[in-house]
């Protein structure tokens, strides 16, 4: 009876130190964890809403010289816009904590997202920085790409030039550009995750 106590309590302890975060940390070729966000419109997305379609993740925060460089070229949002013109459900998350770079609120969020130029189909945000974690988003940018399925098949980085000039962008390899053909084309994955260069997650 004693042993069988003891193991209750070790159970239960060990249910005390695993978070949900933990149990339902992102790992690639596994289902993609869902999640409920806001978006600067203050309408609710959860990742489920898409199942059928392909989703990209973008942790994004528009004063981190990286994330300018992929803006300021342009680069980012045609990557947008070509992605969700073949059906691509593209969701920018910005994971920065209130007072930290990058976090705006209400009408200066907004007119930061025009000024940008950005068109993601929504910009959510998750300023306790929950759904970032779940993910591990450790930069700006830090791209996810979610099949159909709801399977997670990329995470990493934009591209394979970890630089902030944009003179580099059209000699580098957008790897999310490429999981979106090769798997929309039914082929091999090339790559299936990267290390993500760029500003740390500013997490509160």
Known sequence: ??????????????????????????????????????????????????????????????????????YRSG?????????????VVWLSICSSAPGKQGHFEGSELTERIADEKATPTAYLIDSDGKVGRMYDAKTTPHMFVVNP????????????????????????TNYVMQVLDESTAGKPLSVKGSKPYGCSVKYR
């Open 149 to 172: 399925e709801g399977t997670l098949i990329y995470a990493g980085a934009i591209d394979n030039t970890p630089s902030t000039d944009k003179e580099d962008i059209p000699k580098s």
């Open 75 to 87: 680069n980012m949002q045609e990557l947008q816009k070509h992605a969700t013109g073949e059906g």
């Open 1 to 70: 009876m004693r042993k069988v106590f003891a193991a209750l309590t070790g159970l239960a302890l060990l249910s005390l130190f695993t978070s949900p975060a933990q149990a339902q940390s992102a790992r690639v070729d596994s289902p993609a964890p869902d999640f409920t966000l806001t978006d600067s419109k203050g309408e609710s997305h959860s990742l489920s809403d898409f199942k059928g379609k392909y989703v990209v993740l973008e942790w994004v925060n528009y004063d981190c010289p990286f994330v300018r460089k992929h």
